[in-house]
């Protein structure tokens, strides 16, 4: 799977989350009007559509979609440091 792909897949999944907001790979979730729960939906999301495991606890390195995207293709390829 590309990045690309990827980012498009995560942009999807913010965008149903925050229906109303505007954002784009750079912007921090908070700051696109997330809140505490629609974080842990997205990141429960996420596990099932990338197969890849996404704690609550990593989100101050993972809290763009460009962020997310390099995590899960790094986790994907089975990198330890992901």
């Known amino acids: 799977m590309s990045e690309q792909n990827v980012r498009n897949q ?4 913010w965008q149903s989350l925050l229906p109303d907001e505007q ?3 750079t912007t921090r ?17 996420g596990m099932k ?5 996404l ?3 990593q989100y101050p390195q993972l809290q ?3 962020q997310q ?6 986790a994907q390829r089975g ?3 992901a």
């Open 49 to 53: 559509v990338f197969g890849v495991r």
């Open 69 to 74: 995207a390099r995590f899960i293709l790094a």
């Open 29 to 45: 979730f908070h700051e696109a009007g997330g809140s505490s729960l629609a974080l842990m939906r997205l990141f429960m999301q």
């Open 55 to 57: 704690e609550i606890s």
């Open 23 to 25: 954002f784009d790979d």
């Open 10 to 13: 995560l942009r999807a999944l």
């Open 79 to 81: 990198d330890p440091h």
């Open 64 to 66: 763009t979609i460009e």
